[in-house]
């Protein structure tokens, strides 16, 4: 099995690592710092080159004193011109220079928000240390030689080296001035090049020189300072429901121009009437190095509108609803007995009205009931009796100042268009020598305890003047 050289990760088959997709060195080859040395001569031989550089200077430097020594008429000038020669062919032998901190990228371009974490864009630096023409026939020479060199494309040798910096060379940041991600203008960081694998690069003919240098950021640009809530509208927090429990989403966003998503927070988000104020807070996280904006605050109110309210006040209801919600029960009682051949006529007189709100916000139930309360006069099989009845409605809202109910949706004892109340609500009289059922109920009292008393629980009530309410 191969292991890779570069995440050490075992490799099945094949000649690219799964993982991190660099080319696969057969097992074997681990052992070769350089194409055609064997393991056992490695050291021997790699003694001998690291060696090369050292001797050749102290011959060097040897000649040139013998040199002085046996000319004794060359002036000071000309022996430093001398030198200068020598050590110039000297330093131009070790091969070209290359200044890594060229190449090393700030994560951010932010004033204020600066961040060095050392990544270096080796595939510029490849491209760059490439156009030397004596480092590109060596590059090119020792790649060719390379056990896995069918791998690669012919013209590939710019990513092989690309490959060689990035697997060798890491840069260690100290962070001189300033603070690591909120770098500016004017800090100083100390950027430290680390070398895995010197020998490749000294046959190579390539240089890194300094090996450590303090650079001073600048160049950054200020943030844009805008409106990160720019557009945004209620609709776009998500309103919906009925006063008082409109609703919110709890987390929003909003993009900038950039087309960054910023996160936020709607408070509060629940249980809102129209006029109630709800303020939107970017997230504490979301304004990062990243951003290349500031906002001009990071917070803005909304005024809750727009908002169907529900009842909520008896005075809300005004004499137009309250002539149609008559005239419906009327209708209902009428329908019944047409239907009913022992009722003659029915005549309902409205004496007062019920309306409960929920105390609190109720799943699946309903908000508020308006309920009429009648007198009402009945002629069953040629007798006239007086009893009480009603008409109830669920849910009644405020549409643009005016209170709104379903007619279209009601209780009655007389007729629902909900369910049957057959049978339900009315008791048993007797009229000659037969029983009759009587719709309604025997007093008002009665009606209270059925209609109204069984819900006050999780109702409030409220009662028009002068009706009966416990």
């Known amino acids: 099995m ?7 990760k075992t490799i099945q088959e094949g000649r690219f690592c799964p993982y991190c997709g660099t ?4 097992n074997a080859q681990e052992f070769f710092e350089e194409p055609g040395i064997q393991k056992g001569e490695l050291n021997k031989e790699t003694l001998n080159k690291e060696k090369l550089n050292t001797d050749e200077l102290k011959n060097t430097a040897l000649k040139v004193v013998n040199f002085f020594k046996n000319n004794k008429k060359v002036t000071g000038v000309a022996a430093g011109v001398i030198c200068l020669l020598i050590i110039i062919g000297f330093v131009l032998g070790r091969g070209k220079s290359f200044d ?17 974490d050392g990544n270096i864009d080796y595939e510029q630096f490849a491209e760059d240390i490439m156009k030397d023409s004596k480092i590109q026939e060596k590059v090119q020479e020792y790649f060719k030689n390379y056990p896995l060199a069918e791998a690669y494309e012919e013209d590939d040798y710019e990513y092989l080296l690309e490959d060689k910096l990035e697997s060798n060379l890491d840069v260690t940041v100290d962070i001189k001035k300033g603070t690591q991600g909120e770098l500016k203008n004017g800090d100083k960081v100390k950027l430290t090049l680390v070398c895995n694998n010197k020998k490749f690069f000294q046959k190579m003919g390539i240089r890194f020189s300094p090996s450590s240098k303090t650079i001073t950021i600048k160049g950054l640009k200020d943030a844009e300072t805008i409106d990160y809530f720019d557009g945004m509208t209620l609709e776009d927090l998500g309103l919906q429901g009925v006063a008082p429990y409109g609703k919110v989403s709890s987390e929003v966003s909003n993009k900038l121009p950039d087309n960054k998503t910023i996160s936020m927070t709607c ?22 190095e990243d951003v290349a904006y500031v906002p001009k605050s990071k917070s803005k109110t909304f005024t809750v509108k727009g908002l169907e309210e529900y009842v909520i006040k008896l005075e809300q209801i005004d004499k137009d609803i309250m002539d149609s919600i008559v005239k ?49 006069k009945s002629t069953i099989a040629g007798k006239q009796i007086e009893n009480y009845s009603y008409i109830s409605f669920t849910d009644a809202k405020m549409v643009d100042g005016k209170a709104v109910v379903d007619l279209g949706e009601y209780h009655s004892p007389y007729e629902s268009s909900l369910f049957s109340t057959e ?35 999780a109702h409030n009530v409220e009662a028009s003047e002068g009706l009966y309410k416990r």
């Open 23 to 26: 080319k696969v060195v057969d």
């Open 423 to 457: 049978g339900g609500e009315g008791y048993d009289i007797v009229i000659g020598d037969s029983t009759y059922w009587a719709k309604g109920f025997k007093s008002i009292e009665e009606l209270f305890n059925q209609k109204v008393e069984t819900d006050v629980e």
């Open 2 to 8: 191969k292991k890779c050289t570069k995440c050490g």
């Open 267 to 288: 408070s509060p988000s629940e249980g809102l009437s129209n006029g109630d104020k709800v303020t939107v807070t970017i997230d504490s996280d979301s304004n990062n």
């Open 100 to 116: 890594f901190a060229n190449y090393v990228n700030l994560e951010s371009s932010i004033n204020g928000h600066g961040r060095c």
């Open 328 to 376: 419906q029960a009327q209708d209902a009682a009428m329908s019944y007995a047409a239907q009913n051949s022992d009722y003659g006529t029915v005549e309902l007189t409205p004496i007062g009205t019920y309306l409960l709100t929920a105390k609190e916000e109720i799943d699946g139930g309903y908000y508020n009931k308006v309920i009429v309360v009648f007198k009402a």
